[in-house]
């Protein structure tokens, strides 16, 4: 990863920081750089460009930077460089440049704007932000589960618990033969 305010080189990713989520794009020189942008993806548009994972469908554009950032905060940030060795830099260049001005099939999960940079650059499509929230969703499910069983377990130790010790006088209820002999006097 790098620091903010890192000039970008052709071939780099930048990522791109909006209202709870992060756009990706492609750095192709002279300020310019090629991303997959569903109808939604505009510079400011804030928290509408959530919108675009209901999009099926994004094209290939390619616009200035400053453009594609707005007034949100960016970063050179190769992600999977200790992963993967990046393509030739012409040769990314080229086939982000081959793809400008299609329409591309769109999803959130296996088809986003960081699957289209990662392919570009490693020749894998990838995305961080799809597998990190794979991964919260396990762990919050998990953690849920786990809750569910121990309160299940408490649920029946107690019932067994009353089973052989009979109610809790504490608890309020009072037994057949109070009720009865409170009815009597």
């Not at 086939?95 to 001005?101: F, H």
């Not at 057949?176 to 006097?185: A, H, K, M, P």
Request: hydrophobic content about 40%.
């Amino acid at each position: 990863m790098a620091e903010f305010g890192q000039e970008p080189k052709p071939g780099d990713l930048i990522e791109i920081f909006r209202f709870g989520y992060e756009h990706w794009a492609i750095y192709v020189g002279n300020g310019y750089v090629i991303h997959l942008a569903p109808p939604s993806e505009y510079p400011g548009a804030g928290s509408s460009s959530i919108f675009s994972v209901l999009s099926s469908k994004a094209e290939v554009k390619w616009e200035s930077l400053k453009d594609v950032v707005g007034d949100c905060r960016y970063r050179v940030n190769n992600l999977l460089d200790d992963k993967y060795r990046p393509l030739p830099v012409n040769h990314i260049i080229y086939s982000a440049k081959a793809k400008v001005g299609q329409e591309m099939e769109y999803s959130l999960v296996w088809k986003n704007c960081e699957h289209f940079v990662t392919n570009l650059r490693y020749g894998e499509a990838e995305s961080r932000q799809v597998r990190d929230a794979a991964t919260i969703i396990s762990v919050g499910g998990a953690a849920v589960a786990a809750l569910a069983a121990l309160a299940f377990m408490a649920s029946r130790n107690r019932k067994q618990k009353q089973k052989v010790e009979g109610p809790d006088p504490s608890a309020g209820t009072l037994s057949t033969e109070r009720v009865w002999l409170c009815q009597r006097f």
